[in-house]
């Protein structure tokens, strides 16, 4: 069963200990790159698929640091996330995919 999604209840914390020096989220975007965010500590698993940073209503977090962690509405555990370079991306063997 899949649980209803609203970016509007998702919250960050950040790590103890965050250092000055990591990019934003907005630096995966110029990455190109497509985020993939789970919570593998909930019982059915947490997903949210391809998290594309540039559109909302997740550009409100383009100027947080990506060392913040998204936490999961279930448990309020870390989200963990995988990047991954989205269809069409130049420089990278998708590059020749069409995005859908």
């Known amino acids: ?16 200990g965050a250092s000055t020096g990591v990019g934003s989220y907005g630096d995966i975007v110029r990455r190109g790159e497509v985020a993939f965010l789970y919570c593998d500590h909930c019982n059915p698993p947490y997903a949210i698929r391809a ?3 540039h559109e909302p209503p997740w550009n409100r977090y383009l100027n947080y640091p990506s060392c913040w962690d998204f936490l999961c509405p279930g448990c309020r555990r870390p989200l963990k996330m995988h990047l991954h370079y989205g269809a069409g991306t130049p420089f990278t ?6 995005s859908s």
């Not at 069963?1 to 103890?16: D, V, Y």
């Not at 063997?93 to 069409?98: H, L």
């Open 51 to 53: 998290v594309l940073f």
């Open 1 to 16: 069963m899949k649980r209803p999604f609203s970016a509007r209840g998702l919250r960050m914390t950040p790590p103890p």
């Open 93 to 98: 063997d998708r590059f020749g995919e069409k």
